[in-house]
């Protein structure tokens, strides 16, 4: 399965915003086989907050963890927030 991430908007600033953006994915996920990889795709993404990204990524990377892949992080904002995620322990 692939996520394109710009769907949900290309400045994803709020946690309020993130919950609603895994809320709104969790319907495709019910259809997700055991070996199915989850491709997260970040291309047009323009700003990624951490709190964004704790309520949207940090669940998946629970649910999903080495069957996630993560592209289109060269944005200095997505590499940023990624960056502080792992810092943060998530």
């Known amino acids: ?4 991430v710009k769907k949900f908007g290309t400045t994803l600033i709020s946690r309020p915003a993130g919950k609603e953006a895994f809320l709104g994915l969790q319907p495709l996920m019910r259809h997700i086989k055991e070996d ?7 291309e047009g993404v323009m700003v990624l907050t951490p709190s964004w990204a704790d309520e949207f990524i940090t669940p998946l990377e629970k649910e999903y963890g080495e069957r996630m892949i993560i ?6 904002s997505i590499k940023a927030t990624f960056e502080t995620l792992r810092k943060a322990g998530r």
Do not use: A, C, G, R
């Open 36 to 42: 199915e990889k989850i491709i997260v795709d970040f």
């Open 71 to 76: 592209l289109h992080t060269e944005n200095p």
């Open 1 to 4: 399965m692939q996520i394109f």
